[in-house]
């Protein structure tokens, strides 16, 4: 792995981790559940190699399923709550991690590639035209 390391953690600090400074991609989701999920209007994820993660400390889990009907495991801290990953059954065969970008402690030069489930985001927000939007996604 690169010597050049990105760091991030829960809202406590009770769970830390490190993963590449640069994530594979980054996206937006607007469905319903990570709408929820995240208490707010939509969620924004970064995808790293599943192998670079570097975890200390103790994650719970949510089990929810995807539209696909595939499970959706929704990892978060036990002590504060904050979500940290969101896992799939077929992330471990794309050999990817799936970190909520807001647990990163930087992460003024994230810029997202795409917006999925723009069907589902809410009214009042408004997406730049230049954005890649996917109106729905099945996972």
Request: aromatic share 8%.
């Amino acid at each position: 792995m690169s010597e050049e390391l990105r760091e991030g953690g829960c809202l406590c600090g009770q769970v830390r981790y490190k993963v590449p400074a640069q994530p594979l991609d980054t996206i937006v989701c607007h469905c319903k559940n990570c709408q929820k999920q995240a208490g707010s209007a939509f969620s924004v994820v970064s995808f790293f190699p599943r192998d670079s993660l570097q975890l200390e400390g103790e994650l719970q889990t949510f089990e929810d399923k995807g539209t696909s009907g595939q499970k959706v495991f929704r990892r978060f801290c036990g002590i504060c709550g904050s979500p940290v990953i969101t896992d799939t059954e077929d992330a471990p065969r794309m050999g990817m991690i799936f970190i909520k970008a807001g647990t990163l402690d930087e992460i003024d030069d994230l810029k997202p590639s795409f917006h999925v489930w723009a069907d589902s985001k809410h009214c009042w927000l408004t997406l730049a035209d230049d954005q890649v939007q996917i109106a729905q996604q099945d996972f």
